[in-house]
T-cell receptor, first 112, second 111 residues
Framework: NAGVTQTPKFQVLKTGQSMTLQCAQDMNHEYMSWYRQDPGMGLRLIHYSVGAGITDQGEVPNGYNVSRSTTEDFPLRLLSAAPSQTSVYFC???????????FGPGTRLLVL | SQKIEQNSEALNIQEGKTATLTCNYTNYSPAYLQWYRQDPGRGPVFLLLIRENEKEKRKERLKVTFDTTLKQSLFHITASQPADSATYLCAPHNYGQNFVFGPGTRLSVLP
């Protein structure tokens, strides 16, 4: 099993550009989530999904969209990138909410 | 709102000593508490889970305690090694709820 995979590993954007961060898992987990990690702030939940077709907002959802059309994939879309979105983004999956989470390797995003 | 504090941003200890990391939480009552390890440039990796009715949990050189009265968990690494150097995150939670992670403690084990 590959576990949780994320692409790209690193991305540079200009302010106002849009992009999609990809996340996929092959463990048949129902629960998937996106976090951002900033120095001194720890991991903060952006959006999460409890199953295909169901998504909800986390602590810091503004500027991000998600969808969950399949159990395996959970892409994160930045609609109009801002420098404040410079961060490291982690996708995670778990069998259910509140259970052990399995994290991807992260995407480092720099918005100029 | 929920608040999680971890004892210090960074902790330096000598190889062979026991490292003790602290996780304190306020404004909620978790039934579980998890600890994760994060190496630079990588995603967090699950280490241990302890339930509210378990006072202590061990796994090899790791030991976790969970005091629901003090609202605190202690994470111990005995006979520490340079390879234990990493950031350690705690996550008190309840089943079915979203995770809230602590800010982490960066542990450096000096040879």
């Amino acid at each position: 099993n590959a576990g949780v995979t994320q692409t790209p590993k690193f991305q540079v954007l200009k302010t106002g550009q849009s992009m999609t961060l990809q996340c996929a898992q092959d463990m048949n987990h129902e629960y998937m989530s996106w976090y951002r990690q900033d120095p001194g702030m720890g991991l903060r939940l952006i959006h999460y999904s409890v199953g295909a077709g169901i998504t909800d907002q986390g602590e810091v959802p503004n500027g991000y969209n998600v969808s969950r059309s399949t159990t395996e994939d959970f892409p994160l879309r930045l609609l109009s990138a801002a420098p404040s979105q410079t961060s490291v983004y982690f996708c995670a999956s778990s069998p259910g909410g509140g259970e052990t989470q399995y994290f991807g390797p992260g995407t480092r995003l720099l918005v100029l | 709102s929920q608040k999680i504090e971890q004892n210090s941003e960074a902790l330096n200890i000598q190889e062979g000593k026991t490292a003790t990391l602290t996780c304190n939480y306020t404004n909620y009552s978790p039934a579980y508490l998890q600890w994760y390890r994060q190496d630079p440039g990588r995603g967090p990796v699950f280490l241990l889970l302890i339930r509210e009715n378990e006072k202590e949990k061990r796994k090899e050189r790791l030991k976790v305690t969970f005091d629901t009265t003090l609202k605190q968990s202690l994470f111990h690494i005995t006979a520490s090694q340079p390879a234990d150097s990493a950031t350690y995150l705690c996550a008190p939670h309840n089943y079915g709820q979203n995770f809230v992670f602590g800010p982490g403690t960066r542990l450096s084990v000096l040879p």
